[in-house]
C-alpha cells in the first residue's frame, strides 16, 4: 500500500502547491492525518447516525474503555505492547457480543446494563496493569485514552482501510434493516427482517470500527464523533438521506479542520481537542438554526 499513499500524498502536495490545501500537508505526518481523516470522518458520520437513532452513544465509550483492558491482555500474553490489535479487537468483540446478548435476556436499561460491563472492564484492565505495568509504554495507555491523530502510520492506515472495507461491505446492504429495526423493530419483523441478526451485526461493526480508531485518534475523539455530528445532523435534517450527509460532513469537516487549523494558524489547540471543538461548534449552529428558523424548527428523521 505505500506506492498507494505516496500517489494521495503527491496529490495533496499539488493541491498545496495550487494553493487549494494549506503548505503544512508538505509534511509527512499531516499528510498522513489528513488521509486517515478522509476515512475516519465519512466512516463514523455514518455510523454515528445509527448510534444516535439506536441511542446507543453510551454503548461506544464502553468499547473504547474495553480497549485498554484489551491492551493489557495482549501485553500480559506476550503481544507487541506499540501495536496490540489482535487482543484489542478480540477483547473488544467479545465485550460487545456479550453485552448485547446479555440486553436480550434480561430487563434492565441499556444505560444501566452498560455501565455494569464498562465497571467490570475498567476493574479487570486496572488489575492487569499492575502486572503490565512494567513492561509497557505508558505512551500506549494515553493514545487509546486520547489518541493523536498526527502520529498515524501506514500500518495504523492499513488497519482502518481493511476495517473500513469490511463495514461497507457488509453494512451497506443491510443498512436500510438496520435503520428500520432502529425505528420499529414490530414493523421491521413484519417486513421479514432479521432484527436480532441485524443488531449483532451492528454491535460487531460499530466495535470493530470503535478499535481500529482508538488506536488511531483515542477513545475520547472516536466517542465524540460518532454522537457530536450526527446530533447536530438531526438538528437541521428532514430527511433520512440529509440526515446521513450532512453527518458525514460535519464529521469529515470536524477531522480535517482539527487537523490543519491549529497549524496553519499558530492555535495552541492539540489536534484531537481541536476536532471534537469545530464539532461542537457544528453541533452548536445547527442548535441555535433549529430554534430560530422556521425552516428547521420541525425538523425530524423518521423512518
Known amino acids: 500500500m ?19 490545501l494549506p503548505n503544512a500537508v508538505f509534511l509527512q505526518f499531516v499528510a498522513n492525518a489528513i488521509l486517515a481523516a478522509l476515512v475516519i470522518g465519512p466512516l463514523l458520520g455514518v455510523l454515528g447516525t445509527m448510534v444516535v437513532v439506536k441511542r446507543m452513544a453510551f454503548f461506544s465509550q464502553a468499547i473504547g474503555n474495553a480497549a485498554l483492558t484489551g491492551v493489557s491482555i495482549g501485553v500480559l500474553i506476550g503481544e507487541s505492547n506499540t501495536s496490540p490489535y489482535i487482543s484489542m479487537f478480540s477483547f473488544c468483540i467479545m465485550f460487545g457480543l456479550v453485552l448485547r446478548y446479555t440486553q436480550t435476556r434480561t430487563s434492565l436499561t441499556s444505560d444501566v446494563l452498560i455501565g455494569v460491563f464498562l465497571s467490570i472492564s475498567l476493574a479487570v484492565g486496572a488489575s492487569l496493569l499492575l502486572f503490565v505495568s512494567a513492561r509497557m509504554n505508558t505512551h500506549v495507555l494515553e493514545n487509546i485514552m486520547f489518541g493523536s491523530i498526527l502520529t498515524v502510520n501506514y500500518a495504523d492506515l492499513n488497519i482502518l482501510l481493511a476495517v473500513a472495507l469490511v463495514t461497507v461491505l457488509l453494512g451497506a446492504p443491510a443498512y436500510n434493516g438496520m435503520l428500520l429495526a432502529s425505528f420499529s423493530p414490530s414493523l421491521a419483523e413484519v417486513r421479514g427482517t432479521w432484527v436480532r441478526t441485524l443488531e449483532y451485526g451492528f454491535v460487531l461493526l460499530i ?11 483515542g477513545a475520547i475523539l472516536v466517542e465524540a464523533l460518532l454522537i457530536v455530528p450526527a446530533a447536530a445532523a438531526r438538528n437541521i435534517s428532514r430527511s433520512l438521506a440529509g440526515f446521513v450527509g450532512w453527518s458525514v460532513l460535519f464529521s469529515t ?3 480535517l479542520i482539527g487537523i490543519v487549523a491549529p497549524m496553519q ?39
Open 2 to 20: 505505500t506506492p498507494a499513499y505516496d500517489a494521495l500524498r503527491a496529490g495533496l502536495e499539488a493541491l498545496a502547491k495550487l494553493g487549494i
Open 207 to 217: 466495535t470493530i470500527v470503535t478499535v481500529a480508531c482508538v488506536k488511531i485518534v
Open 253 to 255: 469537516s470536524a477531522c
Open 265 to 303: 494558524y499558530n492555535i495552541p489547540v492539540p489536534s484531537g481537542g481541536a476536532i471534537i471543538l469545530v464539532a461542537a461548534a457544528f453541533f452548536l449552529v445547527t442548535a441555535v438554526l433549529r430554534n430560530s428558523l422556521g425552516l428547521y424548527r420541525g425538523a425530524r428523521v423518521s423512518g
